[in-house]
């Protein structure tokens, strides 16, 4: 009988005293961090999640999550932010305008203000995947958070690159489920809706093109996300428990992100959205000028079957490294893909220990 497991579940952190910090952006959205805490220690640990998904990818019941095993390794104060992209909150199934430079400047920033308001000037490591890793690599290099020790980023960071099939979809998709199917929003549980709704069609629409499972959570995946049957990860680096209940760990997706990641792709580095926003003056134009003065070491991660952001962790590692010889390093990681890193049933033996050593030697 397959294991059941509840949604928005904590059971995957075990002997760790577990609270909720919410805080509020200057935009006045309510977000949270969660503490994970067995002990103090002088390297705390943040954790950011990516578009779609929330801080339940990282304390996971069915593998060696990420979560319990940086608490394991002795770093015992880890915390995950649920931001405005989280699957946790509403604001995803509602119609917004938000971009990424929203997040930049006012999610991650007030995020740390209220980690540093509990660890005071302890260091702090963070580890980012996605659009998560994009905004806060943002938030380090346009100068909005400092005093960070070290910057793990998965599969994307300043230097988007996407498939050829994501670009035409990045360039019609957004006005195409907007102005003509009537949706502000993509959900991988569009299959459970109701028989001929738009979100039941599109969802069985898309299964057509998807033959490699009988999940329709996963066939939405891969066409809200990258090119590929699956796009997201090989399905045999998940737990069928995992594929099984994608939907609860990669939600509901607002469109307007597509928007400001389409800019960043034909840009080839990430760029503001409206440089004419004046909410956004403090964030630079160009993210690659001042990052010679930016001393925090970043290690880049990437599966070779990444087909969501492929290469972009490469390129962006190759352009920092011209930069700052040195200063950053870069795993490529064999037989994965794009979420998978965090999420497979063999992370705790091929991609965590890559991860708590950089930690270890950038706190050293």
Excluded at 104 to 122: K, S, Y
Excluded at 257 to 284: E, I
Aim: hydrophobic share 40%; net charge negative; charged share 20%.
């Amino acid at each position: 009988m397959q294991r059941h497991i509840a949604r928005y579940t904590l059971e995957g952190v075990k002997d760790a005293e577990i609270s909720v910090h919410p805080f509020a952006t200057e935009d006045d959205l309510g977000l949270e961090l969660r503490r994970f805490h067995r002990a103090d220690c002088d390297d705390v640990v943040l954790i950011v999640h990516g578009l779609t998904s929330s801080s339940d990818m990282f304390i996971m019941p069915e593998h060696h999550n990420l979560v319990s095993f940086l608490l394991d390794a002795g770093f015992t104060d880890v915390w995950t932010s649920d931001f405005r992209m989280s699957n946790r909150f509403p604001y995803d199934t509602e119609t917004h305008r938000f971009t990424l430079d929203d997040i930049a400047h006012w999610d991650h920033p007030a995020a740390v203000r209220e980690l540093r308001r509990h660890v005071g000037d302890r260091r702090v490591h963070v580890i980012a995947h996605c659009l998560g890793s994009v905004s806060f690599s943002m938030s380090l290099f346009g100068g909005a958070v400092d005093g960070i020790t070290s910057l793990v980023s998965n599969s994307v960071s300043l230097t988007p690159r996407v498939p050829a099939w994501s670009r035409f979809k990045l360039a019609v998709g957004p006005a195409m489920s907007e102005y003509v199917l009537g949706l502000s929003f993509l959900d991988p549980r569009f299959g459970d809706a109701p028989p001929f709704t738009r979100g039941w069609m599109l969802s069985r629409a898309v299964s057509l093109f998807h033959r490699e499972c009988d999940v329709r959570a996963c066939h939405m995946e891969s066409f809200m996300w990258g090119s590929g049957r699956p796009a997201m990860y090989p399905h045999d680096n998940l737990d069928p428990v995992t594929h099984e209940r994608i939907a609860d760990l990669l939600g509901p997706c607002g469109l307007n992100y597509f928007r400001h990641v389409r800019k960043m792709v034909s840009a080839g580095q990430v760029v503001k959205y409206d440089p004419s926003d004046s909410r956004h003056a403090d964030l630079p134009d160009d993210y690659l000028a001042g990052a010679a003065d930016i001393p925090t070491p970043v290690l880049f991660l990437t599966g070779d079957q990444n087909h969501v952001f492929p290469q972009a962790n490469v390129v962006c590692y190759e352009t920092l490294n011209k930069i700052a010889p040195g200063r950053h390093e870069l795993e490529i990681l064999p037989g994965y893909g794009h979420f998978d890193p965090f999420t497979g049933k063999n992370v705790h033996l091929d991609v965590f220990p890559k991860i708590v050593d950089f930690l270890k030697r950038s706190a050293a």
